[in-house]
T-cell receptor, first 113, second 114 residues
């Protein structure tokens, strides 16, 4: 099993450009999440999904959109990137039960110039 | 507001020494507390989980304690190794639902040196 994978690993954008981050999991998990991690701050939830075709806003959803067309994939989109979106983005999925352990991907480092 | 505070922010220890990381939380209601290890450039990986009724739990050289009355947890690392160099993140869950309400601490960055 590959677990949770993220594409791309690194990306540099100019202000106003758009991009999509892809998260894929092969563990048949229902719940998937997108977080951002910034220096000196804890992981913050952007959007999440409790199943195929569903999405919900997290703590910091502004400027991002998501889609969950297939159970194994969760896409995070930036329509018009801003320097404030420079961050490391992590995707996670949950194994329900056992305290809902989250399995994280390796992260995508995004820089917006 | 639910908060998780970790201390110290960073720590440097010699290989072979022990250390203890602290986590204080104000999350309510409380369901469980996890400690994650995050290696540089990687995603967090779960080390331990503790529920309200548990006082201590071990995972190899890692031992977590929980005092639900004072809302404090600690992670003790015994006989540290270079591979223990990482950030350790405390995460508190208020319920056993969708995990959309998790509160993450900012982490303790541990460096183990020769």
């Amino acid at each position: 099993n590959a677990g949770v994978t993220q594409t791309p690993k690194f990306r540099v954008l100019k202000t106003g450009q758009s991009m999509t981050l892809l998260c894929a999991q092969d563990m048949n998990h229902e719940y998937m999440y997108w977080y951002r991690q910034d220096p000196g701050m804890g992981l913050r939830l952007i959007h999440y999904s409790v199943g195929e075709g569903t999405t919900a806003k997290g703590e910091v959803p502004d400027g991002y959109n998501v889609s969950r067309l297939k159970k194994q994939n969760f896409l995070l989109g930036l329509e018009s990137a801003a320097p404030s979106q420079t961050s490391v983005y992590f995707c996670a999925s949950i194994r329900t039960g056992e305290g809902n352990e989250q399995f994280f991907g390796p992260g995508t480092r995004l820089t917006v110039l | 507001k639910n908060q998780v505070e970790q201390s110290p922010q960073s720590l440097i220890i010699l290989e072979g020494k022990n250390c203890t990381l602290q986590c204080n939380y104000t999350v309510s209601p409380f369901s469980n507390l996890r400690w994650y290890k995050q290696d540089t450039g990687r995603g967090p990986v779960s080390l331990t989980i503790m529920t309200f009724s548990e006082n201590t739990k071990s995972n190899g050289r890692y031992t977590a304690t929980l005092d639900a009355d004072t809302k404090q947890s600690s992670l003790h690392i015994t006989a540290s190794q270079l591979s223990d160099s990482a950030s350790y993140i405390c995460v508190v869950s208020p319920n056993t639902g969708t995990a959309s309400k998790l509160t993450f601490g900012t982490g303790t960055r541990l460096q183990v040196t020769l």
